[in-house]
């Protein structure tokens, strides 16, 4: 994760359109990898998680894709609803520092249109 | 469980003046973590605990900042004396040892010092 700017990237999606919120990550050693949602006025809510020996997890409509190639990792939301409008940050951690906390990315915006 | 519970949600303060943010975790929860969001810098950590021992506090901006975790079900952050720049949004947030990435995050602390 990076130190944040001032403004968030922000994806403007139509209600029922499918989106792709993308992130790309740094250290080559991390091997967990989160993406977290955030509410206006709420906390960080956990969505979805992938360790660094798959590359595509599935949830309720939303999947995780990992390229470690490239170090980039993606969160598509399968028909968006208003609801899903929040801020979007992928985390990551790497077991080899034994370290538990996670590094939180920028994040990226999401508005749903009706 | 109601979640992680942080209070006060807001607080007003004085430069120079103590403040004391509080964190009650998610009961059986392993760690224990404190966040700090601002729009410059993002979601930063700043220090958390296991089984109420401070493993990592690097994150701790400077000496004015302390914490502490006097037993599994509370913990507390303060900052004295408190500075314009402290100003932010805290967070704490608790997980268990065997999801560390599906860390649970209280609502936060709205801290405003002026």
């Known amino acids: 994760g990076e130190s944040v700017g001032l403004h968030l990237p922000t994806l403007s999606v139509q209600e029922g359109d499918n989106s792709i919120i993308n992130c790309a990550y740094s250290?080559?050693?991390?091997?967990?990898f989160i993406w977290y949602k955030q509410e206006s006025g709420k906390g960080p809510q956990f969505i979805i998680d992938i360790r660094s020996n798959m590359d595509k997890r599935q949830g309720q409509r939303v999947t995780v894709l990992l390229n470690k190639t490239v170090k980039h990792l993606s969160l598509q939301i399968a028909a968006t609803q208003p609801g899903d409008s929040a801020v979007y940050f992928c985390?990551?951690?790497?077991?080899?520092?034994?370290?538990?906390?996670?590094?939180f990315g920028s994040g990226t915006r999401l508005q749903v249109q009706p | 469980d109601a979640g992680v519970i942080q209070s006060p949600r807001h607080e007003v303060t004085e430069m120079g003046q103590e403040v004391t943010l509080r964190c009650k975790p998610i009961?059986?929860?392993?760690?224990l973590f404190w966040y700090r969001q601002t729009m410059m810098r993002g979601l930063e950590l700043l220090i958390y605990?296991?089984?109420?021992?401070?493993?990592?506090d690097s994150g701790m901006p400077e000496d004015r900042f302390s914490a502490k975790m006097p037993n599994a079900s509370f913990s507390t952050l303060k900052i004295q004396p408190s500075e314009p720049r402290d100003s932010a949004v805290y967070f704490c947030?608790?997980?268990?040892?065997?999801?560390?990435?599906?860390?649970?995050f209280g609502q936060g602390t709205r801290l405003t010092v002026v």
């Open positions: 947030a608790s997980s268990w040892a065997s999801s560390p990435g599906e860390a649970f």
């Open positions: 985390a990551e951690n790497s077991k080899d520092t034994g370290r538990r906390a996670l590094t």
């Open positions: 250290n080559s050693a991390s091997d967990y």
């Open positions: 009961s059986g929860h392993d760690y």
């Open positions: 605990f296991n089984n109420n021992v401070p493993i990592d």
